[in-house]
């Protein structure tokens, strides 16, 4: 098993930014050139930092098969969180799920005698991506299938992917149902951030049901000790595909890399074409932690507040990843609001703290903000640095 660590520091606003901007600065200029992948569509990032390290065909629209069920199951994660379901809970099994027998997808071999659990059905949908778990879990969510879809179309919708539709919960092949290698990056992305306590199901290696053994089909799990998770996904039309997330221990502390292969010829070779996205990720990166979490990056004067200065920084921890060997080269500057004046709450942002390589590349561009909130000065304090402001 693993530990889950907060690699995500800078929040959900900044990465979603990043991933549907394009590759960030990083990758832009002096960047070490990915390796031959044999995938149609392929995505890399760094989660610790934020960036986009390699991508090809990133935006394109594809049939993602059973990827679709990372949004599945974001849903149903949704829906935990909320209390709307508990994982104890059973579910029925209507003639409808127990009718994806007869699709020849992937199936955890559910019945309508059956009363399987909510956390049952999630091990089925993620380890065994059972097509008859997916339309249970939607069930019993939604209320109906359809249903459940126009939650899944809402979510994308709210994340901003502009190249996801849905039209099933299973990722069986459907005209107008499609998404991309990073529209797909981004759900992964978001599981991992928003719903922590369930990534664990990424993990399962085999799961037992009703007496039938299935294994994880993500052979990464038992080849990689630093990969735990996340999802395939084949049809005819996608080709084999594969999300890998992978966290590795370094001096300087954990680093997430999260690949994307969409429209390889095998499930060996989304496997090995993975593992070469994600080994180059490492090796060919550095992930530099400029500022530990609550470190200030500046101290500056305040005017009319109750103390005199502020303690400005990044959100928390700042990672950035830069080519390897190049962390000791980089430069960072700060363009900031002047002059500050109180209050400044805690979080407030106030500029922009800006990272580039020694010949001026830019690598980050993160939020500067407030670190610790200032209050306003009283009445006399408040009326002298007005006088101090007007001269200067």
Known sequence: MFAMTSWWPRGAALLVALLCGGVGPAAQAQAPQPPEVAARDYFLIDLTADQVLAERNADKQADPASLTKLMTAYIVFNALKDKKITLQQTLPVSLRAWAERKGGGSLMFIDPKMTPTVDDLLKGLISVSGNDAAVALAEGVGGTVDNFVVLMNRQAQAWGLKNTQFKNVTGLTEAGHYSSARDVAITAAHIIRDHPEYYRYYSIRHYEFNRIKQDNRNLLLGRDPSVDGMK?????????????????????????????????????????????????????????????????????????????????????????????????????????????????????????????????????????????????????????????????
């Not at 470190?295 to 009319?304: G, L, N």
Request: hydrophobic share 45%; with cysteine; net charge positive.
């Open 232 to 392: 395939t996904g084949y049809t005819e039309s996608a080709g084999y595909c594969l999300v890998a997330s992978a966290q590795r221990e370094f001096p300087n502390g954990k680093r997430r890399l999260l690949s994307v292969v969409m429209g390889t010829a095998s499930r060996e070779a989304r496997a090995s074409e993975s593992q070469k996205l994600l080994n180059w990720g490492y090796t060919a990166w550095d992930a530099v932690r400029l500022f530990e979490d609550s470190k200030p990056a500046a101290m500056v004067p305040v005017w009319k507040g109750a103390a005199r200065e502020a303690s400005l920084g990044a959100a928390g921890a700042l990672f950035v990843a830069v080519p390897h060997g190049e962390g000791d080269k980089l430069k960072t500057t700060i363009e900031r609001t002047d002059p500050l004046v109180a209050p400044l709450a805690k979080g407030q942002r106030v500029g922009t703290l800006k990272v580039t390589t020694a010949g001026g590349v830019a690598v980050a561009s993160v939020p500067l903000v407030v670190q610790q909130a200032v209050p306003e000065a009283g009445i006399f304090g408040r009326a002298w640095d007005s006088l101090r402001l007007w001269i200067r």
